[in-house]
């Protein structure tokens, strides 16, 4: 069966393309319906990786963020219909040691082969996980992104020490605002206090006991742990800061993405005896905690609602090339692709 790509051919350029898409006899055919946007394709869209990186990549369909519905499942595990989640990561091979989301075997769409801008993908049975019908579909889309969070604070909790009385979080974008929640609802009796750049942005966080803006920390202000939810050019400043306030042995998780390397005080590091480590991406258990943490939470599915931005409903090229040109110009939020394909 053809099945229309909208794959990236250069910088923001989207060509319709038409591939075969088999019925395999274990995978299933789902139908993309609700697309969100992550700074991830917004790098590809804009340019903004090496060249050497463009060449490589692209044309590739982007959108690793998504959620559909299932239109074939030879299995019957599924019925027809069915509204999933579909995690974009891909495993080839199983390891005891070294987690889905961090062998170097593994596919990941929209990084290295398509992602989800398609009128139909093909996908094994266990890269599918039921969703609740009456979930909202925009906040539902970007579960990928809060699984990514979600996995971050597991690995947290398995490496920091036990002393958990505050926790900073660097960082008031999407990425902040996902790992403050989980950590207000994951750890109830911890102070979680988010640091940013923004007032305006901050003004969002009100589940967070305290925000402070960067350059006006109060005297003495320490913590014994620390998020770092940033990236791009302003990682460096973060990290450093958390370095220099937080306590003797903290822990410290960095989360954003740069495409620079950013220099750390590694000589506090040692004075400190910190311990820092980095997350990237996640698995299908990571997004079965999280439908589990949704489920002993209801409320929080209020405060991700907050986050849904723009929602475009997508038919052609032009409508993608709007949708990615209105998301880059977004002050906060998720951009939602309704696929109308």
């Not at 009456?134 to 490496?159: G, K, L, Q, Y």
């Not at 305290?210 to 939810?229: K, M, N």
Request: some cysteine.
């Amino acid at each position: 069966m053809l099945n229309k790509v909208y794959q990236l051919i250069r910088p923001r350029q989207f060509e319709v393309v038409y591939k075969d898409i088999s019925f395999a006899k274990d995978n299933i055919i789902v139908h993309p319906e609700y697309l969100s946007i992550c700074n991830a394709d917004q790098r590809y869209y804009q340019g903004l990786r090496s060249e050497s990186v463009l060449r490589d990549k692209l044309p590739m369909a982007l959108i690793h963020e998504a959620i559909g519905r299932v239109v074939y499942d030879p299995g019957g595990e599924f019925a027809p219909g069915c509204r999933v989640v579909m995690i974009p990561n891909t495993p080839m091979e199983k390891d005891p040691i070294v987690a889905e989301n961090y062998l170097r075997s593994s596919r990941f769409r929209a990084s290295g082969f398509d992602g989800f801008m398609q009128e139909y993908v093909s996908m094994a049975p266990d890269r599918l996980i039921p969703l609740p019908e009456d979930m909202n579909p925009c906040t539902a889309a970007f579960t990928e992104i809060v699984s990514v969070c979600c996995h971050t604070i597991t690995r947290f909790c398995r490496m920091a020490h036990d002393r958990r009385r505050r926790i900073a979080v660097w960082g008031d974008g999407n990425v902040g605002y996902l790992t403050s929640l989980l950590l207000h609802y994951l750890l109830p009796e911890t102070e979680i206090c988010v640091i940013g750049i923004n007032e305006y942005k901050l003004n969002e966080f009100s589940f967070a006991d305290r925000v402070y803006l960067s350059d006006t920390l109060p005297e003495g202000f320490s913590f014994d742990h620390a998020f770092e939810c940033v990236g791009g050019g302003g990682a460096s400043k973060a990290i450093n800061q958390a370095i220099d306030h937080i306590e003797p042995e903290g822990t410290i998780a960095i989360m954003g993405v740069s495409e620079d390397p950013a220099p750390i005080n590694t000589r506090m590091v040692l004075e400190k005896g910190l311990r820092i480590f980095g997350s990237s991406r996640s698995g299908r258990e990571d997004f079965l905690k999280l439908l589990e943490t949704y489920r002993e939470y209801p409320d929080m599915l209020n405060y991700l609602e907050k986050i849904v931005g723009a929602v475009i409903e997508v038919r052609n090229v032009a409508d993608a090339k709007q949708a990615f040109e209105t998301d880059i110009h977004k002050v906060m939020g998720k951009t939602i692709m309704v696929w109308q394909q």
